[in-house]
Nanobody, 123 residues
Framework: QVQLVESGGGLVQAGGSLGLTCVAS????????MGWYRQAPGKERELVAV??????NYADAVKGRFTISRDNANNTVYLQMNSLKPEDTAVYYC??????????????????WGQGTQVTVSS
């Protein structure tokens, strides 16, 4: 059974920092692409940051302020958020894109999601 358990959300003033943690179980963590997404009220879920191996990518809105990292030994992915802005307010979700080969040999990814953690930035 796959589980992604997030923690670390909360309320912070603009300019402050928060760190999110996601612990995964039931997947081959080291080969999975791990990411953070967020969804604000009335908006679609959007990518925040993603990490495959040692490489990472960020949404333009968070570049230079957020840092994604992972600890493969402990099946954990982190999101350090600095210089937070009110527009960062959202529910943040941990995502695991788990690769597997089909019978024909093609590579496909299956997405798993955490339950989400609320981040609220006050102005």
């Amino acid at each position: 059974q796959v589980q992604l358990v997030e923690s670390g959300g909360g309320l912070v003033q603009a300019g402050g920092s928060l760190g999110l943690t996601c612990v995964a179980s039931g997947i081959t963590f080291s080969s999975s692409t791990m990411g953070w997404y967020r969804q604000a009220p009335g908006k679609e879920r959007e990518l925040v940051a993603v990490m495959r191996g040692a490489g990472s990518n960020y949404a333009d809105a968070v570049k230079g302020r957020f840092t994604i990292s992972r600890d493969n030994a402990n099946n954990t992915v982190y999101l350090q958020m600095n210089s937070l802005k009110p527009e960062d307010t959202a529910v943040y979700y941990c995502n695991a894109a788990v690769p597997a080969r089909t019978i024909s040999g093609k590579l496909r990814y299956t997405d798993y999601w955490g339950q989400g953690t609320q981040v609220t930035v006050s102005s």
